[in-house]
């Protein structure tokens, strides 16, 4: 090996294809949580938390739709 190929731990490739799998697993993610709203909504539990079953905040599910707790159990 050279020292040119020495210098650079990962092919440009890489880091190209390590950005993408990053970028779909963000994807999924917010996807699963969507789809997990989805259904809180049909079974009538959106807007309540999962932990106390209070209400949330309505200004807490228009900054985060896909919230499941309230607040005070967040924090």
């Known amino acids: ?14 880091i190209v294809d390590d950005e993408a799998a990053i970028q779909a697993d963000a994807i999924e993610s917010r996807l699963a949580a969507v789809n997990d709203a989805l259904e809180r909504i049909d079974s009538g539990t959106y807007g ?4 106390c ?6 200004e807490r599910v228009e900054a985060l739709p ?3 707790s ?6």
């Open 70 to 75: 309230c607040r005070s159990c967040a924090d």
């Open 53 to 58: 079953t209070s209400p949330i905040a309505d």
């Open 48 to 51: 309540l938390c999962k932990d």
């Open 1 to 14: 090996m050279n020292a040119a190929t020495n210098r650079h731990e990962y092919e440009p490739h890489d």
């Open 66 to 68: 896909t919230t499941t």
